[in-house]
T-cell receptor
């Protein structure tokens, strides 16, 4: 039972490049979330999906898009990466409590 | 909207001493409360949770927390710190309804264990 799987684990991008972070869960949860973690800032919500086919903005959505492809998968896309998006990104699958993936460390140079 | 305040971004204790990490919350509905732990270069894992019932909850690795409604607090304690407890700890509150306010995290407390 894998829980929540995120790919890739590490990524370096040049400013202006695009990429998609993948997240999949096998717990049959309706709700999935994307957070970014920065030193001293805790976890900030980027986007969430309360169910398949729905997505909504969180606290820091600018510069990101998401797709809830099906119940299992929730992807986060950076269309034109900026240095300010250097962060650690976590996907979570939520039913009462959150189950986290291992994170993606993204560096934008 | 709900919120979580963790007092102290860094807490340092000696090995064998009491660990106390403070968490206060605000919520307009009866909350669910959580403590998560994050070891270096890893994701977050659940330490313990309060949903309903007994207000003193026990978690993994000897940690426990007490829900005090009158003080809107959910402080995390461990009687005797171990070197392996060094990590980042996050308090979180849920309004049970999902959505953007479904789960709100504090900014975290870095626990340092002195030998």
């Amino acid at each position: 039972n894998a829980g929540v799987t995120q790919t890739p684990k590490f990524q370096v991008l040049k400013t202006g490049q695009s990429m998609t972070l993948q997240c999949a869960q096998d717990m049959n949860h309706n709700s999935m979330y994307w957070y970014r973690q920065d030193p001293g800032m805790g976890l900030r919500l980027i986007y969430y999906s309360a169910s398949e086919g729905t997505t909504d903005k969180g606290e820091v959505p600018n510069g990101y898009n998401v797709s809830r492809l099906n119940k299992r998968e929730f992807s986060l896309r950076l269309e034109s990466a900026a240095p300010s998006q250097t962060s650690v990104y976590f996907c979570a699958s939520v039913r009462l409590e959150a189950f986290f993936g291992q994170g993606t460390r993204l560096t934008v140079v | 909207a709900q919120s979580v305040t963790q007092l102290g971004s860094h807490v340092s204790v000696s090995e064998g001493a009491l660990v106390l990490l403070r968490c206060n919350y605000s919520s307009s509905v009866p909350p669910y409360l959580f403590w998560y732990v994050q070891y270096p270069n890893q994701g977050l894992q659940l330490l313990l949770k309060y949903t309903t019932g007994a207000t003193l909850v026990k978690g993994i690795n000897g940690f426990e927390a007490e829900f005090k409604k009158s003080e809107t607090s959910f402080h995390l304690t461990k009687p005797s710190a171990h070197m392996s407890d060094a990590a980042e700890y996050f308090c979180a509150v849920s309004d049970q309804g999902g959505g953007a306010d479904g789960l709100t995290f504090g900014k975290g407390t870095h626990l340092i264990i002195q030998p």
